[in-house]
């Protein structure tokens, strides 16, 4: 096993950080990169921040640089810029009482690092770096992150009872570094995990979205839901677990929906929708006389709950919507028997050009979190997917943008006014062009909006 203190390569770190510690240590401070810097440098990733600790005050920092910020000097925090770059530099502290299961009430300054690594949520976490390579590791980091154990800091409940949040941090490290949760560590937080209620649900939706783009989602949610997290942000989930599906697939709908993440490229939208594509089957399932399972129109209700959760952990309307509109039509990409072109120009229509390539990731994820699929996509998919290519060789419109025409030039050949008959009248003329697109034409379709706006208003 490769000696993780040797491995540790200094010309690795940026010169501003040393420059810093530098200047901290010859005015006769201590000072050291702490924290997931030194996690990361040990494991050969890349590090994003540089954080530094130090047993300088907060006002000591400041006289001792130029360009300094003072962005949480009450809890002991001030970011230093250093050429063009800039670093939180953190005097050793202690923390006591955590009320809110969230931030301490109270910080003591300290003069020994010892103090300020005993705070840290897990010992993979609780190492310090000095200038010259030493590597501080009082609680067995080192050893814990050659085993791949994700152990936390000396008392484990009393860890998560000062920071609720450490629990889903925890699972997300395990997931990202394929770390297992040691024993006493996962008993804590399945002990500890109704307080995850005093986390906003910001914070909650980061670490969620950070534990699906990890390299195995499904270890995060496996973990997730044995220690009782998941039921406390998305319950709707559990409603899977041990739910049998039919012939098509091999695993329950819980094992179906943690495996397809895993199976999708690591774009969020993908994993989320993976993840919740089938989420409304267990609220679809219906049993015919021969005993066959089905889950009509779980496509639909499944969208719907999507939409509910995602509102729930704050994500943005715009992911929200595209999330639910691949869940809406996941099962789209499936030809069926003596299929026109003009339904497959429809079909483009409803699920948008743009979304195909996401709902064929989607589909393949589909079938192999199937457990009985061998090829990720169907001959039928396959077949479909080569109408869509010829339909889109055509040069064929596929929505209303697609049209020769616009709203303004309604209005000007008819004379009426901007309103909904404008759009009524477009969404025929569009119908009109599916089934046939060579209707595609300006005086064509000019033409055909004065005839249906005459029989609109024979009607009326």
């Known amino acids: 096993m ?4 040797q491995a540790i390569n200094l010309r690795r770190i940026p010169k501003e950080v040393f420059r810093v510690i530098g200047r901290l240590e010859e005015a006769g401070y201590e000072a050291y990169i702490v ?30 640089f130029k360009k300094t910020i003072p962005t949480g000097i009450k809890h002991g925090t001030v970011t230093v810029r250093e050429g063009n770059m800039a670093f939180e530099v953190t005097t050793f502290r202690v923390e006591k009482g955590y009320s809110d299961h969230r931030r301490p009430d109270e910080v003591e300054f300290s003069q020994s690092l010892l103090d300020d690594l005993s705070r840290r949520d897990f010992t993979f976490n609780a190492m310090a770096l000095s200038k010259s390579g030493k590597i501080v590791d009082p609680y067995g980091g080192l050893k814990d992150l050659r085993k791949r154990i994700l152990r936390a800091v000396g008392d484990a409940d009393e860890r998560f009872a000062e920071d609720a949040l450490r629990m889903l941090r925890a699972v997300r490290f395990a997931a990202e570094l394929g770390c297992r949760i040691e024993e006493n560590t996962f008993l804590a937080i399945k002990s500890h995990a109704s307080e995850l209620q005093h986390v906003s649900r910001e914070r909650i939706r980061d670490e969620f979205n950070r534990c699906l783009l990890s390299a195995k989602p499904s270890m995060a949610l496996q973990y997730l839901w044995e220690t009782g ?19 098509h697939h091999a695993y329950t709908v819980w094992e179906h929906s943690i495996y397809s993440p895993d199976n999708i490229k690591p774009e969020l939208h993908l994993r989320l929708a993976a993840l919740f594509h089938d989420i409304a089957k267990p609220r679809t399932l219906s049993v015919d006389e021969n005993g066959e399972r ?14 509910e959760i995602m509102q729930r952990l704050k994500y943005d309307n715009k992911t929200i919507g595209k999330v639910s509109h691949l869940i809406r039509q996941h099962l789209a990409l499936h030809l ?10 429809r079909l483009i229509n409803r699920i948008g050009l743009a979304n195909i390539p996401d709902l064929l990731e989607l589909r393949k994820a589909d079938r192999l979190a199937s457990g009985t699929k061998k090829t990720p996509l169907s001959k039928g998919t396959k077949i ?3 109408r869509i290519e010829r339909v889109l060789a055509e040069d064929a419109a596929f929505g209303l943008k697609d049209l020769a025409v616009n709203g303004n030039d309604i209005m000007q050949a008819t004379g009426i006014r901007p309103g909904p008959l404008v759009g009524e009248i477009l969404n025929a003329l569009l119908e009109e062009v599916l089934d046939d697109p060579r209707l595609n034409e300006r005086d064509i379709l000019l033409q055909r909006a004065q005839t249906i706006y005459e029989r609109q208003e024979r009607e009326d």
């Open 2 to 5: 490769k000696n993780f203190k």
């Open 35 to 64: 924290g997931g810097a030194v996690r990361n440098l040990v494991l050969g990733k890349d590090v994003p921040d540089y954080d530094i600790a130090t047993s300088a005050t907060p006002e000591e920092v400041r006289l001792l």
């Open 229 to 247: 997290l998941l039921k406390e942000f998305i319950p709707e989930l559990l409603e899977g677990v041990d739910l049998e599906q039919n012939v």
């Open 294 to 307: 089905h889950f009509f129109h779980h496509e639909v209700v499944g969208a719907r709950m999507t939409e």
């Open 336 to 345: 069926y028997r003596d299929m026109s072109d003009a339904a497959v120009r």
């Open 384 to 386: 479909l997917l080569e």
